[in-house]
């Protein structure tokens, strides 16, 4: 792919992740495009499915909501988001999202930088006081 046609990423083009039933379009990443400090991820959170708490040691990430209704926490802090309305992570952070309906939940997933030397995703779900907020 040339340097050029790297600028613009179609959904073809994207990095395919299934996820649940369902595919994730990685749309930025150094793999597809120009990108060094951006990642962008269109997700799909099915019905009462979730990413379960987890944090990113190196990566700083925006939840955009774009469809349904997400469950965001942030460290122990939960919000109900809407379409239009953001989530804030700051690198290392503890932070989960959740679809508590019955529909489809779409996200979009910024991450900062776009690249890391160390481990992209940490699962502390089974750990306190991460596994009994839900509760």
Same mark, same amino acid.
């Given at each position: 792919?040339?340097?050029?046609?790297?600028? !613009?990423?179609?959904?073809?083009?994207?990095?395919? +992740?299934?996820?649940?039933?369902?595919?994730?379009?990685?749309?930025?990443?150094?793999?597809?495009?120009?990108?060094?400090?951006?990642?962008?991820?269109?997700?799909?959170?099915?019905?009462? +499915?979730?990413?379960? !708490?987890?944090?990113?040691?190196?990566?700083? +990430?925006?939840?955009?909501?774009?469809?349904?209704?997400?469950?965001?926490?942030?460290?122990?802090?939960?919000?109900?988001?809407?379409?239009?309305?953001?989530?804030?992570?700051?690198?290392?952070?503890?932070?989960?999202? !959740?679809?508590?309906?019955?529909?489809?939940?779409?996200?979009?997933?910024?991450?900062?930088?776009?690249?890391?030397?160390?481990? !992209?995703?940490?699962?502390?779900?089974?750990?306190?006081?991460?596994?009994?907020?839900?509760?």
């Amino acid at each position: 792919m040339s340097t050029a046609s790297r600028r !613009f990423i179609t959904t073809a083009e994207a990095l395919k +992740e299934d996820y649940k039933g369902r595919t994730n379009y990685w749309l930025a990443r150094p793999e597809i495009a120009d990108a060094k400090d951006l990642q962008l991820c269109r997700a799909v959170l099915p019905a009462g +499915e979730g990413h379960d !708490f987890h944090t990113h040691p190196e990566l700083e +990430e925006i939840i955009y909501v774009l469809e349904g209704t997400v469950e965001q926490w942030v460290e122990t802090e939960k919000r109900m988001l809407q379409p239009g309305e953001v989530a804030h992570i700051p690198r290392g952070i503890v932070h989960a999202t !959740f679809n508590p309906t019955d529909r489809d939940a779409v996200i979009l997933a910024i991450l900062s930088p776009a690249s890391t030397q160390g481990p !992209f995703l940490v699962d502390v779900s089974g750990e306190a006081p991460w596994n009994a907020l839900r509760q």
